[in-house]
């Protein structure tokens, strides 16, 4: 079974500020992991993935996240924060191979500081 | 054009009714999904199609029904609404499910239909 946490509901930070959104995650197999972003009155749409290989994905509009399987972890984090970045974000696991569902996390919403 | 879209995208209805959302996506995929997006965020799958037959049913009131006529549309009917069912009902759709190829498991969302029930 695939499951998310994503620490925090609500994150603030200042425009310029570095950008840190937590993603734990547990599966009983190897997982694909993937972060969405959601902006107002949008669908989501997909901002970076981890399937195989390197660890450290980097995704659109400077956001990457890096994989990390001894901490269960795929946190989200950009340099510096910019008015646009102000979304709610989703973390999401599936386990590879057949028979498994895609599962999100809660989201966490991004506010950004003038 | 729109890869994967949704109408209507407001749907304000009464207590009791039947409604449907209508989904089509042109991307060439073989999977779509129905998901709901509660008033907290949460998003929840409710079904999965894969080549017009379903895989993933979770559980989910059998008011709701999704009908897949080709393996390009996936609609949902909703029987007899209650109060409850008003959230955000967002279809999805992705290249393969299952493959093994995490490139194919990248899902690209409809714009969600925003559904009150009054």
């Known amino acids: 079974a695939q499951s998310v946490t994503q620490l925090g509901s609500h994150v603030s930070v200042s425009e310029g500020a570095l950008v840190l959104l937590r993603c734990n995650y547990s599966?009983?197999?190897?997982?694909?992991l993937f972060w969405y972003v959601q902006y107002p009155n949008q669908g989501l749409q997909l901002l970076l993935k981890?399937?195989?290989?390197?660890?450290l994905v980097k995704g659109i509009n400077g956001f990457e996240a890096e994989f990390k399987k001894s901490e269960t972890s795929f946190h989200l984090t950009k340099p510096s924060a910019h008015m646009s970045d102000a979304a709610e974000y989703f973390c999401?696991?599936?386990?590879?191979?057949?028979?498994?569902?895609?599962?999100f996390g809660a989201g966490t919403r991004l506010f950004v500081k003038a | 054009d729109t890869a994967v879209s949704q109408t209507p995208k407001y749907l304000v209805t009464q207590m009791g009714n039947d409604k449907s959302i209508k989904c089509e996506q042109n991307?060439?995929?073989?999977?779509m999904y129905w998901y709901k997006q509660d008033s907290k965020k949460f998003l929840k799958i409710m079904f999965s199609?894969?080549?017009?037959?379903?895989?993933i049913n979770e559980t989910v009131p059998n008011r709701f029904s999704p009908k897949s006529p080709d393996k390009a549309h996936l609609n949902l009917h909703i029987n007899s609404l209650e109060l409850g069912d008003s959230a955000v009902y967002f279809c999805?759709?992705?290249?393969?499910?299952?493959?093994?190829?995490?490139?194919?498991?990248?899902?690209?969302f409809g714009p969600g239909t925003r559904l009150l029930v009054l």
């Open positions: 999805a759709s992705s290249q393969l499910t299952g493959s093994g190829g995490g490139d194919q498991e990248t899902q690209y």
């Open positions: 999401a696991v599936r386990g590879m191979g057949g028979g498994f569902k895609t599962i």
């Open positions: 599966s009983s197999v190897p997982p694909y």
């Open positions: 981890y399937t195989t290989g390197a660890t």
């Open positions: 991307l060439g995929h073989d999977t």
């Open positions: 199609y894969n080549n017009k037959e379903l895989i």
